[in-house]
């Protein structure tokens, strides 16, 4: 009588429905919060992926001198002003200690007053980016492609599967486990020796 | 019923809470994305600004280099013309009187009976006397005329020299208009303040001396694809009588010798003319010149130094950033902390200009121009703006900048 009763209440009983209500949605609503939040990240990335190949087609036109091109250091050029934007939003490349009497480039960006943190920062940044330089016969066109580190639980890993099934696994050279590449370029005229 | 039963019982006003909460982040996602994209679309406006007040500046420098050395040039044809006239001048003269007197003695020679002196006379009368029995008093006083009107000429191409190498309100003219013109431009692209340093360069020119041009007229200048040569003058033709053959009398003059028996198209006396006219430039300058008075009249020279003094750097910035979306925090500073963090807050671009002649460096050929260079603050002597407090705070915000960066 008693279990009969009890199983009649439940049907009656309306209490805890939001509850469940509320368990069944819950994860629904988290996962569509942490793709607003992932997706407005890659958003932010793209942004300032662009305004990196900005800086560096302009590096690239400012130090490009026809008389005397060296291709591979212009291309170090404009990688390096592409990282310098592009490392307020790496993660944090840890090393264990600074040889500074060894790197001269990362000497250069300690007397240019930078801090460790962003130092760091940098590193990644240039283990995430690949440049790319391509001239016509006034115009540099610089793709900077990002490996943008995707980093928010559960939505990061269902990204990158979709990536992966839609345009194949690329070549890394970085540590991270979930990133997204993100490319941007951009053409400017060269300023010219006659 | 209590409170806290109705409270426990009532269900409306659930679905405010989550609402509430996922409202706050997906707004200030957005907010991120908008404010991010906004700072760097103004970044990338000031570096415009800046790049295009760098050129703008670089430019008007280039064009008073141009200027400077075109009217080099004009003053060093002016003076090879004159010494052309001169030339003709003299030539005529002796010329006329050499020849008469040969003439004269060869006629005699001739009616003597002797062969080889009527054959001379033959060619002293075919090159000389059409053009000897033109020349009267009237045409060496044009003559004269025009080289007094060419000394004028000098002198108006040096005042104009000084002109554009002149100062105007403690500051020298062309960096006054370098910085007025560049900071314009700056601020029409969207640049709320904008500099130019350092500040007060004027142009790397000294004054040279009158010899300095001599080397230009022997053996032409660099940019001088519309030099008036040399050669060109030789060909042409005053009074009937080319200025070569002028020339040649005039080194018949010096030498003090008259032609030998054969005749003067096969007198090894004659040298050839390039060679003529170089010991004879040589010779104006360095031994007529100073009698002349010419040392008055001098070009403008680069100095020695003059690459580090036409390295230019510009600044854009706006100062304040109006943030499209945002949770503004208040801090309690007092109007000095302010001040500095306005200047912290502000977008920057800097921009490095040279001004440069890709070919031959110096004031005779007019290819000064300008080019964007990557930017090397240790390139740029900041000791002679350093009493400048303003300046002083233009490198603080410099070595700030360096440390910035956009987010």
């Keep these: 009588m008693n279990s009969k009763k009890s199983i009649i209440s439940l049907y009656v009983r309306e209490e805890g429905s939001a509850l469940i209500s509320f368990v069944i949605a819950f994860p629904v609503f988290l996962l569509m919060i942490f793709s607003i939040m992932q997706i407005s990240l890659l958003f932010n990335a793209k942004q300032l992926i662009n305004y990196a190949a900005y800086t560096a087609v302009r590096t690239g036109i400012v130090s490009y001198d026809s008389n005397q091109v060296d291709e591979s250091q212009v291309l170090n050029e404009v990688k390096k002003s592409a990282c310098v934007v592009l490392a307020s939003i790496s993660p944090k490349l840890r090393i264990a200690s600074y040889d500074l009497e060894i790197d001269a480039s990362r000497l250069d960006l300690y007397r240019a007053g930078l801090t460790e943190n962003f130092i760091e920062r940098f590193e990644m940044a240039k283990t995430l980016t690949l440049a790319k330089l391509e001239t016509s016969e006034d115009d540099l066109r610089v793709e900077i492609t990002y490996h943008c580190p995707l980093v928010v639980p559960i939505i990061n890993a269902i990204i990158y599967k979709g990536y992966q099934l839609t345009s194949g696994s690329y070549s890394t050279s970085h540590s991270i486990k979930y990133a997204l590449p993100i490319s941007a370029t951009c053409t400017l005229q060269i300023e010219k020796f006659k | ?407």
């Design chain 2, 1 to 407: 019923m209590t409170y806290i039963q109705n409270f426990k019982q009532n269900n409306s006003g659930q679905i405010l809470i989550s609402v509430v909460f996922f409202l706050f982040v997906l707004i200030s996602c957005l907010a991120l994305t908008v404010n991010v994209g906004d700072r760097i679309n103004k970044k990338i406006r000031m570096q415009n600004a800046a790049d295009a007040f760098a050129i703008e500046g670089g430019l008007w420098f280039a064009r008073a280099l141009n200027m400077i050395s075109i009217l080099n040039i004009s003053m060093a044809e002016t003076l090879s013309s004159i010494i052309m006239l001169k030339a003709i001048d003299k030539a005529n003269a002796k010329g006329k009187c050499i020849l008469n007197s040969n003439i004269s003695e060869a006629s005699e020679s001739c009616a003597e009976g002797n062969m080889s002196a009527c054959r001379w006379l033959d060619k002293l009368i075919e090159i000389g006397v059409p053009g000897i029995d033109s020349i009267d008093e009237f045409y060496d006083d044009e003559l004269r005329e025009t080289i007094s009107d060419l000394w004028e000429i000098m002198e108006w191409l040096e005042k104009g020299e000084d002109q554009i190498n002149a100062y105007s309100n403690d500051m020298p003219l062309i960096a006054d208009i370098a910085s007025s013109e560049g900071e314009k431009i700056a601020k029409l692209n969207g640049a709320e303040m904008a500099f130019w340093l350092p500040k007060k360069a004027g142009l790397p020119v000294k004054k040279g001396e009158l010899t300095d041009f001599s080397e230009v007229l022997i053996n032409g200048g660099s940019g001088v694809n519309n030099f008036l040569q040399w050669n060109s003058i030789l060909d042409m033709k005053s009074n009937n009588i080319k200025v070569r053959d002028s020339l040649k009398y005039l080194w018949l003059t010096y030498n003090e010798s008259g032609p030998g028996s054969e005749g003067p198209d096969t007198s090894p006396l004659i040298p050839p003319v390039s060679s003529i006219y170089n010991s004879e430039v040589d010779k104006v300058f360095h031994s007529l010149g100073k009698s002349c008075g010419w040392e008055d009249y001098k070009p403008l020279l680069l100095t020695k130094n003059w690459q580090n003094q036409l390295n230019f750097l510009t600044f854009a910035g706006s100062k304040k950033i109006d943030e499209k979306l945002t949770i503004k925090y208040k801090t309690n500073v007092d109007s000095y902390d302010f001040s500095y963090n306005e200047k912290y807050e502000g977008v920057y671009a800097i921009a490095q200009v040279i001004v440069y002649n890709p070919n031959d460096k110096d004031l005779f050929n007019q290819e000064w121009m300008a080019k964007l260079v990557p930017f090397n603050p240790d390139l740029i002597d900041f000791k002679k703006d350093l009493n400048n407090s303003t300046i002083l705070n233009w490198i603080d915000q410099l070595i700030l900048l360096k440390s910035i960066i956009v987010h």
